[in-house]
């Protein structure tokens, strides 16, 4: 994709690359820095990037006929770039890895737009979107002027928009491209949703965290990391880069950790950074006390090293509150006062898609959320649970070409804490739709639960969600877990088209269930 900016001198860029070796050519001005060759405009820089699908040296006649005019190739690829040393008017430069020349130049390109922004990183398998939204709140409500990128949303120079991407950590050149636009907007900060493959793929490099925020481990994306030692390993990263970064005036480095959870130790042996740590229930610096639930609304004590406050949120469940101590966490780093973070946790509006309402007059309750990983879904059917007078109904999925043990961890969860489930598809991708249903509903009946009573298939999305809606009475709630804001439903190389709150609301009306 292309990050179009303004032209730029070859010393911004190439000078970033302290092993590059210039093959043909001499590097020159460009106008833009693009990974992807069809998205390549005249004068652009194509950095070839290895990936798990294709590779973009494969690309390289492609992105020439669109008017490249550089270069940057992966060393150990030269079978596939030497002929490219022939062509006259463009400049060809080798280096050890591409990924991390991309976050390299693309940093140089829009001007280190890190270094002029405080930058928090909140990473964790489970509450980084939340904490995010969280957090920027937090800050602006304070006064200081905070943009963020999610798996949700983002907002850079003006109003949030919808991520539709289905990237929780989008690619290097388009981080910085947002960083640069909320430096120019002259935001203070920026909140980054920071994944583990997105630290793992340098996507996130040369972003200067100042703050990181580190939320949950449990096991996932082991189809990606291999093991859990390696997964830990790369939510880590973030804390090794505060002590990379130079120090920013006016902002104080610190690495926000959970108490709750045993990873903190480990993250903690990372940093030279203040620590910073929160917790429900073990010793913290930042606590919560006298924990309140009243339906979908929270209440608690909020007790910091600088005071106490009593707090109200529309958030609801244990796992939120959790949250809003890694945010007030990641705010008093910075001077926010008590006050302050009272007034942000009660105006909080909440995020989209997360424990979302979707009210069309119907007598029972409809929820959607994201939870798409088995922690995640277990928090929320048991934040759900006691609000529920009849039934707790779930539809959800897996996705495909995922960490396969998401769908027993999945399907137990809903065996313990459901009344009856509907299984259909998430994003398959390119595995058997009919195999994935099938691995969940091993694991619902591992968990004492019968096809036909307890639980149903329905593989297609919007009919699943419509079986959920006629079986559902007064009293009862339904929640439409796994798809949240994403724009489509991935089936095959196909992007299909979805927007579950649309549906929801769209079937209500058909149903006609009314109160």
């Avoid at 020439?64 to 690829?77: E, K, M, P, Y």
């Avoid at 930042?286 to 007790?303: K, M, N, Q, Y």
Wanted: some cysteine; hydrophobic content about 45%; aromatic content about 6%.
């Amino acid at each position: 994709m292309a990050s179009p900016r303004a032209r730029t001198d070859a010393p911004l860029w190439f000078a970033r690359l302290p092993d590059a070796r210039v093959v043909a050519g001499r590097p020159g001005a460009v106008t833009a820095v693009c990974y992807d060759s069809r998205r390549v405009v005249a004068g652009a820089l194509f950095v070839a990037v290895p990936g798990f699908e294709t590779d973009g040296h494969r690309f390289l006649e492609d992105a020439i006929g669109r008017g490249a005019s550089a270069f940057l190739v992966q060393a150990d690829h030269k079978p596939l770039w030497e002929p490219l040393s022939d062509a006259k008017d463009v400049a060809v430069v080798a280096v050890a890895d591409t990924r991390v020349a991309l976050a390299q130049v693309a940093a140089a390109f829009h001007g280190e737009p890190a270094r002029k922004l405080g930058v928090i990183g909140v990473t964790g398998t489970d509450g980084k979107t939340t904490t995010v939204h969280l957090t920027a709140h937090l800050l602006e409500c304070a006064g200081r002027q905070a943009g963020f990128m999610s798996s949700v949303a983002f907002r850079s120079d003006g109003e949030a928009a919808l991520n539709k991407t289905h990237m929780t950590t989008l690619e290097s050149p388009e981080i910085q491209e947002r960083l640069a636009r909320m430096a120019d907007a002259g935001r203070r900060y920026a909140v980054l949703e920071a994944s583990s493959h997105g630290l793992a793929l340098h996507r996130l490099d040369e972003c200067a965290f100042d703050i990181a925020v580190f939320t949950t481990l449990s096991s996932d994306h082991l189809d990606f990391h291999g093991t859990q030692e390696e997964y830990r390993a790369a939510k880590g990263r973030i804390f090794q880069m505060l002590d990379e970064s130079e120090a920013k005036e006016g902002v104080a480095k610190a690495a926000v950790l959970n108490a709750d959870d045993a990873a903190s130790d480990y993250f903690r042996t990372l940093t030279r950074a203040r620590i910073l740590s929160y917790g429900i229930d073990a010793p913290a610096d930042v606590r919560a006390e006298a924990i309140a639930h009243d339906g979908l609304s929270t209440r608690f004590r909020l007790v910091t090293p600088e005071g106490t406050a009593e707090v109200a949120t529309g958030l609801a469940g244990r796992y939120n509150v959790s949250n809003c101590l890694a945010a007030a966490a990641a705010v008093l780093s910075q001077g926010v006062g008590l006050d302050e973070i009272a007034r942000g946790l009660a105006s909080f509006p909440g995020v989209p898609a997360r424990l979302e309402v979707i009210d069309g007059g119907q007598p029972f309750r409809v929820v959607v959320d994201f939870a798409s990983t088995p922690q995640a879904l277990r928090r929320v059917l048991e934040t759900l649970r006691p609000v529920t007078a009849g039934r707790l109904i779930v539809v959800f999925g897996c996705a495909g070409e995922r960490d396969p043990g998401r769908r027993d961890g999945m399907g137990r969860a809903a065996g313990e804490l459901a009344d009856f489930a509907v299984l259909t598809n998430e994003d398959p991708r390119r595995e058997d739709p009919d195999a994935i249903i099938d691995a969940i509903a091993a694991a619902l009946r591992q968990a004492g639960r019968e096809e036909g009573r307890d639980f149903a298939r329905v593989p297609d999305r919007r009919e699943a969600i419509r079986r959920a809606f006629e079986y559902a009475e007064a009293g009862d709630t339904v929640l439409l877990a796994g798809k949240g804001t994403e724009p489509s439903i991935v089936m095959g190389a196909e992007h299909v088209p979805w927007d579950e709150r649309a549906v929801a609301r769209e079937l209500l009306a058909e149903v006609g269930k009314k109160a």
